[in-house]
C-alpha cells in the first residue's frame, strides 16, 4: 500500500520529518504565516491562487500555459504519494484562510538521497519571504527523510526562483542548457553560513512583529475601573508617562476615565489600534482576543493572574489565528521610551527613566528591582517587556528586537526557562558581539536527580548546561539582580579591559589587602610590578608607601597624588585596570570621581568608597562621563571581573563549526536504527557497534571482538599476534577496573584461556560476553563525552581520565556544535592541558588532535539525535595520536527535530 509522507499514519509521517499540526512562523514584515502538509480540503484552496496567477507566472512554474496547468497542479498536490513532500503556506483572515503559497519535493527514486523542487508564490504576496520559508521547510523535511540535494529545473527568465534559491543561504550551482532551461542543484548541509542567514531572516521577522508592541499607533486598555485596579494603573502610568499617542479604555458603564476616552466594548474601538493592554479575569480572556484579532488589533499584553493551561494554551492559538503577537500573561506589562515614544504600560510603583537599556523579564517582582535600579543609576530604560507565563513571545524575540534597534546600548535579562535555548544561544552571541547581553542566571540548582550511567551525564546539572550556555554566548551571568545593575553600570562606561592584570591602590593598607583577594577570588590577577614601576611609585608617592602591587600611598595622600598614582600605573602597560579603594580621613578630602578622573586611555579605573551606604552610585567625571562608584571591593572586582571576559569573549577570533572529513552520517543511523529495531526502547550499544558508530565520524579505537565463548576470545587474540585486553561486559556495568574486570598485557592461548576463567569465576552470570581488545598505547588518559539533552542539546565534556576520572573531578562543558574556538577553550580549561603540554617532563599529547577528536563527538551527538549519552574513557592522547581505549554510548528513540528552523514558539 501506498502512504503519504505528508497525510499518510502517524509514523511514516514522523519518520519523514514533517509535523502533522501547522507550524507558524513570521514572514519579513512581521506578518504570521501557517506551513503545514497538503491535505485532500485544500483544493479549492490551492485551485483559488493559481486562478490569480498571471499567464506568464503559470509558465514559469509549470512550463505551461492556461488555467489547467493549474488545476492539474492542484489535483496533484492533493493526491498522497510516497515519494513526496508538499506543503502550503496559508495566511488567516479570521476564520477564514488563504492559501499563498505550495510547494513539494519529488523524490528523483525510491532510494534517491535527491528530489527535484519546485513552488509557487501568490502574486500580490512575493518579495515577503514566503518561497524562502517554504524552500527552508522543505529542506527541514527532506534532510529528516534521507534526502540530501534538491535538483530544480527553471527557465532563465525566473528569476524570482532564481532569487529564492540564491538568498536561501544553502550552497548551490547552476548548469545553463540550450532552449532557456536552468538546472540548480542544491545542496541541503546545514552550516554556519546558512543558519546566519535564516537568523537574519528571523531577525527581520521577529523585530517588525514586535513593532506593534513597542511603537504602537495607538492603544487601548481593557478593563480599566473607575477608581482602582491593574487596569486603571495601567492607564494611569501611560497617562504619566505623557502617551502622546491616541490613547482609549473600555469599559462598558463609562464615556471617559481620567480624561481618557471610553469605549463600552472591543467592537467599539476606534480603527488602527495596534496594542491592547488586557486587564480582565480569567473567564473573559478568550473572548476578549478574539473580539482584538477580530478588530485587526496586533498585538496583545495580558497581566492577568493567574491563568490556566488550557486558558493558555487557547489564547496562543487565537493570537496564531489573527496574526497577533502576545506578551503575557501574568506579567507586568511593556515599555519604551524614545525620542518618538513615552510609553510605560506597567503597574510597577515608578514610571522608568528614560534610557539605553533594554530589559527582559519572567518575574515582574524581578522587572520592578532592575528598573528601579537604572533609573537610580542614571542608565534608563528603552524598551521593557515582562514576559511572565510567555505564552508566546519569548526571549528570543525581543533579542531580534535589540538586535535591530540602535538606540539599545545593553541587554538585561531574567529568564527562568528557555523554549529554545539552542536558538537563544545562536541569537544571544549576535547581539553580544555589538552590545553586553547580561542575564541574571535563575535556577542555577538541580531540581532532581536522573539515573545516569557514564561519569558525563552524573555530573550534568541544569547549572552546567547553562553556564556553557552563556560561557559560548558571550552572555554575562549574574547570580542575583544587585550583580546585574553592579555589572552593567561598569559596561555602561565602555570597560572592555584587554586582560585580566589589575592593579590595587588605596590609601590604607588593610583595604588595599582586602581589594587585592577581592579580585583573585573573582579570577583576576594580582600581578608583582616591575622594578621600574616601583621605582617611579616610590619617587612619587615617597618613601613611606607601599609600591608593590597592592600599592598604598598612605592616609594623608590627596586626590592630586593618588590620581597620579593612578594614572602611573595604568599607563605602565603591566596592568589592564585599576582598582581605586578610597578610606575617608582627616587628612585629605577625596571626591567620589576620583576614579573617573583619572581614567587614562583603554585601561578602566574603579573606585570603591567603603564609607557608601549603597552597594553601587554613579558619579560624573570632569569630562561629564558617568562612572561607577562601589561601596565594597567585592562587589567592584566581581564586576570588573565579568568586564574582563567579556572583553576577551569579544577579543576571540570569530570561528566556524569545523569542516570534517571522512564523515559516515548515513552509516551511523542506518546502524543506530538496527539497534532501535531490536530494542524499541533503547539501551547501551554491544562494545563493537559502538566502535562502529565511534569509526563512522572518524574515531579510532584499538581493534576489538565481543567474544560470548573461550575459543572466540581464544581466536580473535590469535588473529591480531599482540597483547590484548580482556575486559568484562554487561551493559550496566561501568567502573570495570574498581571491580577487577580488566586484565591487561595478555598474550598466547593460555593467557587467554586463564583470563577468560578468572572473569568467569569472578562475576559468573552477570557477564554478557568478554571484550578482547588490542592494547592502546600509552599516554594521557583523558574523559571526552556527550550527555545529549533534549532541550539544550549534546553538552559535549571534558577533562581528566582513567581510573582517577572522579578523583580528579576534571570537567569542562560546551554546548555542541563546537566551533574550532570552542573545542580548544574546552581543553585548555581544564587542569588535563597540563598533562597534554608534557606535565613535569612526561610526554604529552597531540592537542590538536583532542580538540579534532571533541569536535568529532560533538558532531555525532549533534547529527544522530538518539544518541542520548556517550563517553571515551580513557581516551588516550599520545605525541603521535590519539586512540578510544574504552567507550559506551546509550541510544534511545527520538523524533529529529531542528532547532533552527523559523517557527513560532
Given at each position: 500500500?501506498?502512504v503519504d ?49 498571471s ?8 512550463f ?26 496559508v ?20 532510494d ?25 521547510h ?31 543561504g ?73 502617551f502622546?499617542?491616541?490613547?482609549f ?20 474601538l ?5 496594542l ?9 480572556l ?19 493572574s ?5 486558558v ?9 489565528r489573527?496574526?497577533m ?9 511593556v ?26 523579564v ?6 520592578i ?13 528603552g ?15 525581543l533579542?531580534?528586537?535589540w ?12 529568564l ?83 586582560g ?15 581589594g ?8 583576576l ?92 552610585e ?75 558508530l ?14 560470548t ?16 585486553a ?25 593467557d ?21 581488545q ?36 576534571d ?19 581544564t ?5 597534554l ?12 588532535v ?25 581516551l ?30
Amino acid at each position: 500500500m501506498e502512504v503519504d509522507v505528508m497525510t499518510g499514519p502517524a509514523t511514516t509521517a514522523d519518520r519523514a520529518g514533517i509535523a502533522r499540526e501547522p507550524v507558524h512562523a513570521l514572514l519579513s514584515d512581521g506578518t504570521t504565516v501557517s506551513i503545514r502538509p497538503t491535505a485532500e480540503a485544500d483544493l479549492d484552496g490551492l485551485n483559488a491562487m493559481f486562478a490569480t496567477l498571471s499567464p506568464n507566472s503559470l509558465r514559469m512554474r509549470f512550463f505551461a500555459s492556461g488555467a489547467a496547468a493549474g488545476r492539474d497542479a492542484a489535483r496533484r498536490l492533493c493526491e498522497p504519494h510516497p515519494d513526496r513532500i508538499a506543503l502550503v503556506a496559508v495566511v488567516h483572515h479570521g476564520a477564514a484562510e488563504e492559501i499563498v503559497g505550495e510547494g513539494e519535493a519529488w523524490r528523483l527514486g525510491p532510494d534517491a538521497d535527491a528530489a527535484e523542487v519546485g513552488f509557487t508564490v501568490a502574486e500580490r504576496l512575493r518579495g515577503r519571504g514566503i518561497g524562502t520559508l517554504l524552500l527552508e521547510h522543505l529542506a527541514d523535511a527532506a534532510r529528516a527523510a534521507g534526502i540530501r540535494r534538491f535538483a530544480a529545473e527553471t527557465l532563465s527568465e525566473n528569476l524570482a526562483m532564481k532569487r529564492v534559491i540564491a538568498s536561501a543561504g544553502l550552497h548551490h550551482s547552476a548548469t545553463f542548457e540550450h532552449g532557456g532551461a536552468v538546472f540548480h542543484d542544491i545542496d541541503l548541509t546545514e552550516d554556519d553560513a546558512f543558519l546566519e542567514v535564516v537568523a537574519d531572516r528571523e531577525f527581520t521577522g521577529s523585530a517588525a512583529s514586535l513593532t506593534p508592541l513597542f511603537r504602537p499607533r495607538a492603544v487601548a486598555v481593557v478593563g480599566v475601573g473607575r477608581t482602582r485596579g491593574v487596569g486603571r494603573a495601567i492607564l494611569e502610568h501611560l497617562l504619566a508617562a505623557e502617551f502622546d499617542r491616541p490613547l482609549f479604555a473600555v469599559n462598558p458603564h463609562a464615556q471617559e476615565i481620567a480624561g481618557v476616552p471610553c469605549a463600552r466594548s472591543i467592537e467599539l474601538l476606534p480603527d488602527r489600534i495596534d496594542l491592547a493592554m488586557l486587564a480582565l479575569p480569567q473567564d473573559g480572556l478568550v473572548e476578549a482576543a478574539i473580539a482584538c484579532g477580530r478588530h485587526g488589533i496586533r498585538a496583545l499584553t495580558i497581566v492577568t493572574s493567574p491563568v490556566t493551561e488550557p486558558v493558555r494554551t487557547t489564547l496562543k492559538a487565537v493570537c496564531r489565528r489573527y496574526g497577533m503577537r502576545l506578551v503575557g500573561p501574568n506579567c507586568l506589562g511593556v515599555a519604551a521610551f524614545g525620542p518618538d515614544i513615552t510609553m510605560d504600560a506597567t503597574f510597577g510603583p515608578h514610571t522608568p527613566l528614560a534610557g539605553s537599556a533594554g530589559v527582559g523579564v519572567q518575574s515582574g517582582g524581578v522587572g520592578i528591582a532592575i528598573l528601579d535600579h537604572l533609573s537610580r543609576l542614571g542608565i534608563g530604560t528603552g524598551s521593557f517587556a515582562s514576559l511572565g507565563d510567555k505564552a508566546d513571545v519569548s526571549g528570543n524575540d525581543l533579542l531580534a528586537w535589540w538586535a535591530r534597534d540602535p538606540a539599545t546600548e545593553s541587554v538585561l535579562l531574567h529568564l527562568e526557562s528557555f523554549g529554545n535555548p539552542r536558538k537563544f544561544a545562536r541569537y544571544a552571541r549576535r547581539v553580544a558581539r555589538t552590545k553586553p547581553v547580561l542575564i541574571v542566571a535563575a535556577g542555577r540548582s538541580a531540581a532532581g536527580s536522573r539515573a545516569a550511567a557514564s561519569h558525563t551525564a552524573a555530573s550534568v546539572t541544569p547549572g552546567v548546561t547553562r553556564d556553557a550556555l552563556y560561557r559560548q554566548a558571550g552572555v554575562i551571568a549574574t547570580r542575583s539582580v544587585a550583580e546585574l545593575v553592579e555589572t552593567a553600570v561598569l559596561l555602561a562606561t565602555g570597560a572592555r579591559p584587554a586582560g585580566h592584570r589589575v592593579a590595587v591602590v588605596s590609601n590604607a593598607g588593610g583595604t588595599g589587602v582586602l581589594g587585592a583577594d577581592a579580585c583573585v577570588e573573582t579570577g583576576l590577577a594580582v600581578p608583582e610590578f616591575s622594578a621600574a614601576l616601583r621605582e617611579r611609585l616610590s619617587t612619587l608617592l615617597g618613601p613611606v608607601a607601599a609600591c608593590g602591587n597592592p600599592v598604598d600611598a598612605g592616609a594623608g595622600a590627596d586626590a592630586d597624588l593618588l590620581r597620579e598614582a593612578v594614572q602611573t600605573v595604568a599607563s605602565s602597560g603591566e596592568v589592564d585596570a585599576v582598582l581605586l579603594l578610597l578610606v575617608p580621613t582627616a587628612l585629605a578630602e577625596l571626591p567620589a570621581s576620583l576614579a573617573a578622573d583619572a581614567r587614562t586611555g583603554t585601561v578602566p579605573a574603579i573606585a570603591v568608597r567603603v564609607d557608601q551606604a549603597a552597594a553601587v552610585e554613579t558619579v560624573l567625571g570632569s569630562d561629564g562621563r558617568p562612572a561607577p562608584v562601589y561601596g565594597d571591593a567585592e562587589n567592584a572586582a566581581r564586576a570588573l571581573s565579568h568586564a574582563c571576559d567579556y572583553a576577551a569573549w569579544l577579543r576571540r577570533p570569530g570561528s566556524e563549526v569545523p569542516t570534517l572529513s571522512d564523515i559516515r552520517s548515513r552509516d551511523a543511523a542506518r546502524l543506530i536504527s538496527l539497534f532501535l529495531a531490536a530494542h524499541p526502547e533503547g539501551g547501551w550499544l554491544p562494545p563493537d557497534r559502538a566502535a562502529d558508530l565511534l569509526a563512522c565520524y572518524g574515531i579510532g579505537c584499538p581493534r576489538l571482538v565481543l567474544a560470548t565463548d573461550e575459543q572466540t576470545a581464544v581466536t580473535a587474540a590469535a588473529l591480531w599476534g599482540t597483547p590484548v585486553a580482556m575486559k568484562a561486559y554487561w551493559p550496566e556495568l561501568v567502573h570495570k577496573s574498581d571491580m577487577g574486570g580488566v586484565l591487561l598485557g595478555l598474550s598466547g592461548p593460555e593467557d587467554i584461556r586463564a583470563g577468560w576463567r578468572r572473569l568467569h569465576d569472578k562475576f559468573g552470570d552477570r557477564l554478557a560476553g568478554v571484550i578482547v581488545q588490542e592494547m592502546a598505547p600509552v599516554g594521557v588518559e583523558l574523559l571526552a563525552g556527550v550527555d545529549n539533552d533534549a532541550v539544550f542539546g549534546p553538552l559535549v565534556a571534558f577533562g581528566i581520565g582513567g581510573t582517577g576520572t572522579d578523583l580528579a573531578a576534571d570537567r569542562a562543558f560546551r554546548l555542541a556544535p563546537l566551533t574550532g574556538a570552542d573545542a580548544g577553550e574546552l581543553v585548555r580549561s581544564t587542569r588535563a592541558a597540563r598533562l597534554l603540554a608534557g606535565y613535569r617532563g612526561r610526554p604529552g599529547g597531540d592537542v590538536a588532535v583532542v580538540r579534532e577528536v571533541l569536535s568529532r563527538l560533538a558532531l555525532l551527538a549533534a547529527e544522530q539525535t538518539c544518541v542520548a549519552e556517550a563517553e571515551i574513557n580513557p581516551l588516550i592522547a599520545a605525541p603521535d595520536g590519539v586512540t578510544a581505549a574504552d567507550f559506551r554510548i546509550r541510544v534511545e528513540p527520538r523524533t529529529p527535530t531542528d532547532p533552527y528552523l523559523r517557527r513560532l514558539r
